[in-house]
């Protein structure tokens, strides 16, 4: 059986950890020869690495491992390619969210201003990944989770026609996970979904077990009741934070809207912005909660991992959502036609829309990419809200691309989450002055 060349790049995310345990658990449906960490800051890859390292000699001693910020050492000789940076690290999110709640506007990572200040420094970075993977190992696949992905993908597919990359997002499994065991399922893997939208913004319309029975109107029910939040995460339980319970419970009012379908929980921030607002605090976002949570337990545990010289009794976590980028690498490399929500161009499944736009819907997976499943045409609701999603996206990209204020001042006006022009050229201007050493400089 062939074993398979692994770079991650973003070596020093906090997702690291659990991609490495995740791809060391699934060694046997997909070997493993060699995984390389690139990132372009050392010192904080370096943390990471050194207690991977010790981690892989205890669990795997056979795969070669490598650290390193070279792009030629990165690249060379691989099969795929795992996405994961943020340009700009922690200090620009908590910027990108903080600055639009000083106008009352939603500061989130992936969506409304906070996003499109996030996808003016995403895509010089994701490009240029693109770019090492294409010159160094010309056949590897790219799979790519580095956020914004919705604005990734648009300039990914816009700037990158030709490039073996998929634009992935685990929030859709991680619901879907959540809704199997809502109604007593084992796994998310009993079930069959058709799903479309844009990322971060879409829905299900139809959902079955394997034999092809009615699973929707069972999760209605309890979508109408809990949202998404499960009987095991009570208020008190620590294990989810609670930004995220409360993201969980308000799918119940998302779903409201259109109890036909049902949604993906990033809706919230554009059906129900003021409730955002109203409930966070301006000077602790989200951000901060990773900051002082999810960063620095890895963080902490690479370095104590490091200083002990083991990583026998870690309290490291398999990233079990991420088990997918495994299925999606397996697809290709044994050609298995699993079925999969990815990141595409429409293309014409979603008949009703945008043609050229990257859509999130169902695939089929094998050797040669993703052959996304017709999903026909969509009510004029969701097309409506879509439309003017796709617009932003779009606008964003074509700003990045022509350097443009104006385009970027449109994009800005365009979104849902932003009340009007004025309040859209405030926050440009701010989002500008912070931005200087990411953005390429606005005519
Ligand atoms: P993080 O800040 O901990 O890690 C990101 C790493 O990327 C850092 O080590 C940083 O130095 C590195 N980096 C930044 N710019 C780079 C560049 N140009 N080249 C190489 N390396 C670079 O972030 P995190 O919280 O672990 O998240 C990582 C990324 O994964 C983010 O974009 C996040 O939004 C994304 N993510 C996406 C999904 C999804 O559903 N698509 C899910 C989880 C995380
Ligand atoms: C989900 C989304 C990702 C997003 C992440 C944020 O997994 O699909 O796109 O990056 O949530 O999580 P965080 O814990 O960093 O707020
Ligand atoms: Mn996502």
Redesign the pocket.
Known sequence: MKKFSITI????????PGIVLMLLKHLDRFPIRQIKF????EE??ARIASACEILLKERAPDILFTATTDPETAFTDVDFVMA???????AMREKDEKIPLKYGVVGQ??CGPGGIAYGMR?I??VL??IDYMEKYSPNAWMLN?????AIVAEATRKLRPKAKIIN????PVGIEERMAQAIGLASRKEMVVRYYGL?HFGWWTDIRDTEGNDLMPKIQEYVSQFGYALPSESQESQQTDASWKHTFMKAKEVYDIDPTTLPNTYLKYYFYPQDEVAHTNPEFTRANE?MIG??KQVFNECDRITNSGSAENTILEIDEHASYIVDLARAIAYNTHERMLLIVPNNGAIENFDESAMVEIPCIVGSNGPEPLIQGKIPRFQKGLMEQQVAVEKLVVEAWEERSYQKLWQALTLSKIVPNAKVAKDLLDDLVSVNQEYWPELK
């Open positions: 790049a973003g070596g020093g995310s906090t997702f690291t690139y990132d372009n800051l904080r890859q994961h940076i943020r340009v700009g690290l922690y990572e992936t995403s010089g970075g240029e990944l989770y580095s956020n914004p992905a992935i997002c685990d929030m990322n990773v999810r960063e």
